[in-house]
């Protein structure tokens, strides 16, 4: 928000200076008007310039002004707009002088005090009749129930609170000629909130409703609005029910007296609605509701009863029809009923006499019965309301707050005035006397007693009006009950000599008799005079004693007792009958629930409300400058303006100050230890104050200007957010350390539970190593013994771990020769495993080898069988794969050869000559049955397996091979002696065809060959450095090869 500062006060004037801040947003030229506040007004002492600065304003429509703390309020008799929820909005939070005088400020401000402070707060609206005071209430409360936070349950209650207004309303407003919508019974109701605020409950004090008005009206002036409401609004059955005509009011004694049934201002079919609607969200149940307007009927109905003298002068009623629903509808015997109405009882001597009533005391009993009907029931619906806006039990009622609102009938002044003008006007003056007990008269004698430099203001102070009203024994009211009370002849004249008598001579009071002049004609014969503090009152005397005496025919009580309608029958009870006791009349009833009510308000922090008629027409914008200049004088306006100018605005004991704001101050904080002043001023100077913003008494602390304190409470808002956080963040802290040292606690007990059993389990491990250890060491020295306990586990520790190893390393080929070495006492279990396990390996070899592969091994495995370790060769061609042939045959060759001799293998060989050794080229083929001699297509010689006598190889690395024939065979001229590069394969293949496997010979050093006839062949092997044949001169043939190993 932006505020607007405006200078308010003169420099160093009385009340010094001080900063206003408006609410820029919603100011105008228009609320500039005048001043806002009085206490502004530079003419202070003057009426003339109060009386215009209120016209000014009221002008322009600004109906608020304040005179510091307390609101004057004009009555505009027209509506504003300027109670909407918006302007609720714009009041809420706001300090009081941060914004234009208003009715919401004023709500806003006790509900501020109610909520810092915890103080009991109560609002006094104040001001005659038909100035406003009932409006305003509802308006604070309707503040109330829009702003204050709300709880799931608490809606109920605020629209409880609400709907009670149109219902008291109803039962207890009426038009007079001094208001239309007047308040004939005082009201003061609390609203109670809960410790965050928000409205929890209600509770309604009613005070002596103006029973009168219902058996008679003044001139102009109507009954309670329910009975028009009901007969405009009510529902057709529903007044079929109850008896009632839909039809003009006219046909209602009761209605009738003051001949103004119908207002324009007044719409009774919208309030019959609102009524209706209101009972049912207070909780009225339908059946309470039928009740309540039966009573409703039953008065209209009474009203309408007449009486006839017979020719006895026996009274007798003469409207049959009308006694017929007034017995229906009470639920009563028709004939008792009737004899109620006209006789009544007297009990003399213990004994119970009847006697018939006269005409006037038949239509007198009537009257009485329906203000008694009509009485007890607004006191009934009193109670239900308060029943119903109770707070439920789930609050505490000590953790409640509560802020009063009075809202009682003003001040007014009719032609015909009587008892219950004296009455409302004696609770007037007695408000008056409040105000002034607690504003002018204790705030001047407190700035005395205080020490505090004060010049006395001079106010009219009207306890002299309550005395004389009220005094013990010597008041107007102990003369009222004295002649009430006397047996004899005392009457409504009698009181009034009575009071002549005592009263004689009193400033204030004054009859016919005692006054004299213009004063003597201005006061009937039958009135009395009382000069008010609000102006002079007639009061006429006829009817007190029957008003204040309030008694209904013990007759009639009888059958009200036995009312089916259960309100009546709960309003009159039958202890009430039984008991012997007087009770206490009506003046002094209300005056001891006055009392009572001045110690509730004395309770309190109160905030006043003056209402103030501007004219009497009910105009609006009229403003009756002699009517409004009157009132501002009565209420002591005036006088509470200077005693505020020269005045503090706020007051406190020094406790109550320090304790308050004693945050504000690190000296004061969180303690003070010195005495009460001290602490006082050193907080004082702390915040600054200047000088002139206060004064220390000799208890109290007084401070000029609202707006100082105002800024003092805003530190402490501002300060309690800082305390708060502090305290949070401490009790976080606290809390996060407690939790902290609980966690690390709960880690340490658990850490050293888990190394403890680590611990031990490592202990235990050790432990069992260390035996396992020392079991292996014995068991290795006696390994070699017997098995014995002692040495079994390292046997079978060995055992296992060599079985493991062995399981571990198994051999993974068959080419893999290693294998563990097993302890001695596994050398033969080894044994068998490796052998298993070789097994194993060559059945899995087998298992998976091809057919081709098997066959090369199967020659490679004879080629190692002949040659393994004998031929120098040999190793060189074990990685060399035999080969199917390594020859193409010739056609010719194999036709000559036939089917039968398949040729399985073919290499191309040198032959040597046998005696030349002349070497050619040949092929050797091996066919099924026998090694073919081949010279390109020409078969050169043939061996038949048969009678082949064996191969003869050398040991060297050459690939000379001889195969030995039979020289006896005809056909072959002698061994065959042949060279080839592939000898091992050639000479392996041939020793398995022809199964000579084991005919073959290797020689070292040389070879013999048979040649043809006896003769013989020497081939001589040496090593050299290459290969070389030669002939020699010996006539061998001389191979020298080189050495490969
Ligand atoms: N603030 C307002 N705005 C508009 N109209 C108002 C306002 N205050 C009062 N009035 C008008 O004045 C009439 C009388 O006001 P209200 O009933 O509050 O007077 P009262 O002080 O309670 O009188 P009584 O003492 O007779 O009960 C209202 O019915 C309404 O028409
Ligand atoms: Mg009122």
Known sequence: RKYLKMQVFGEGGTPGSCDLLVMESAISARDRVGVQDFLLLENYNSEAAFIENLRRRYREGLIYTYIGSVLVSVNPYRELEIYSKQNMERHRGVNFYEISPHIFALANNSYRALRTERRDQCILLSGESGAGKTEASKKILQYYTHICPTRNNTHTIRERLLQSNPVLEAFGNAKTLRNDNSSRFGKYMDIQFDYKGAPIGGHILNYLLEKSRVAHQNHGERNFHIFY????????????????????????????????????????????????????????????????????????????????????????????????????????????????????????????????????????????????????????????????????????????????????????????????????????????????????????????????????????????????????????????????????????????????????????????????????????????????????????????????????????????????????????????????????????????????????????????????????????????????????????????????????????????????????????????????????????????????????????????????????????????????????????????????????????????????????????????????????????????????????YFLDHVRFSFLMKVKRNLPKSLLDKSWPRPPPSLTEASEHLHRMCIRNLVSDYCRRIQPEWKKQLEQKVVASAIFGGQKDCYPQSVPKLFVATRLEINLKVLQTLGNDNKVKYGVPVIKYDRHGFRARMRQLLLTTSSAVLVQEAKIKQRIDYGTLLGISVSSLSDGFFVLHIPTTDSKQKGDLVLQCDYVIEAVTKLAIMADKIHNVNISQDSIRFAIARGKEGVIDFTSGSDLRVVKTKNGHLSVTTPRIS
């Not at 109405?341 to 006499?353: D, W």
């Not at 002018?440 to 007693?449: A, G, H, I, M, R």
């Open 229 to 792: 409401q009901l007969l405009e609004g009510g529902e057709e059955p529903l007044l079929k029910r109850l008896g009632l005509e839909k039809t003009n009011p006219q046909h209602y004694h009761y209605l009738v007296k003051g001949k103004c049934p119908r207002v324009s201002s007044i719409n009774d079919k919208n309030g019959w609605k609102v009524v209706r609607n209101a009972l049912t969200i207070i909780g009225f149940n339908e059946d309470e509701i039928q009740e309540l307007m039966e009573i409703v009927a039953i008065v209209l109905h009474l009203g309408n009863i007449q009486f006839g003298e017979d020719e006895e002068g026996e009274t007798h009623i003469t409207t049959g029809p009308q006694l017929q629903y007034l017995s229906q509808l009470l639920g009563v015997d028709g004939s008792v009923l009737k004899e109620a109405l006209t006789h009544k009882k007297i009990v003399a001597k213990g004994e119970e006499m009847i006697s018939p009533l006269s005409l006037e005391q038949a239509l007198s009993a009537r009257d009485s019965l329906a203000k008694a009907i009509y009485g007890r029931a607004f006191t009934w619906l009193v109670q239900k309301l308060n029943q119903s806006l109770a707070f439920k039990v789930y609050y505490s009622s000590k953790c409640s707050s509560i802020i009063g609102l009075l809202d009682v009938y003003g001040f007014e002044v009719f032609q015909h005035n009587s008892f219950e003008q004296f009455c409302i006007n004696y609770c007037n003056e007695k408000l008056q006397q409040l105000f002034v007990e607690l504003t002018l008269k204790s705030e001047q004698e407190d700035y005395e007693t205080e020490g505090v430099g004060w010049e006395r203001v001079e106010y009219f102070n009207n306890k002299i009006i309550c005395d004389l009203v009220e005094e013990k024994h010597k008041g107007i009211i102990a003369v009222l009950d004295e002649e009430c009370l006397r047996r004899g002849d005392a009457s409504d004249i009698t009181f009034l000599e009575k009071l002549e008598d005592s009263l004689g001579g009193h400033a204030h009071f004054v009859t016919h008799k005692m006054a004299n002049g213009k004063i003597r004609k201005a006061i009937g014969r039958e009135e009395f005079r009382l000069v008010h503090y609000a102006g002079e009152v007639n009061y006429n005397v006829s009817g007190f004693l029957d008003k204040n005496n309030d008694l209904l025919c013990r007759h009639l009580k009888e059958v009200l007792c036995q009312s089916g309608n259960h309100i009546v029958s709960q309003c009159f009870h039958a202890d009430e009958l039984m008991d012997q006791r007087r009770p206490e009349t009506a003046a002094t009833e209300f005056k001891l629930s006055l009392a009572k009510l001045m110690e509730i308000l004395m309770s309190k922090e109160p905030l006043y409300v003056r209402c103030i008629k501007p004219n009497d027409a009910k105009q609006p914008g009229g403003f009756d400058e002699v009517l409004v200049r009157h009132q501002v004088k009565y209420l002591g306006l005036m006088e509470y303006l200077r005693v505020r100018r020269a005045g503090f605005a706020y007051r406190r004991n020094f406790e109550v100050f320090l304790e308050r704001y004693k945050s504000l101050c690190p000296d004061t904080w969180p303690n003070w230890r010195g005495t009460l002043p001290e602490g006082v001023a050193t907080l004082v100077k702390h915040l600054n104050y200047k000088p002139e913003e206060y004064k220390l008494g000799r208890s109290k602390i007084f401070i000029r200007f609202p707006r100082t304190l105002f800024v003092t409470e805003d530190a402490l808002e501002a300060k309690k957010q800082t305390i708060a956080v502090t305290l949070q963040t401490s009790w976080r802290g606290y809390r996060e350390r407690a939790k902290y040292h609980r966690i690390r606690h709960a880690v340490i007990v658990i850490q050293s539970w888990w190394r403890g059993v680590k611990g031990r389990r490592k202990a235990m491990h050790r432990r069992q190593a260390a035996d396992t250890i020392r079991k292996f060491i014995k068991g290795f020295i006696l390994r070699n013994e017997p098995r014995c306990p002692d040495n079994e």
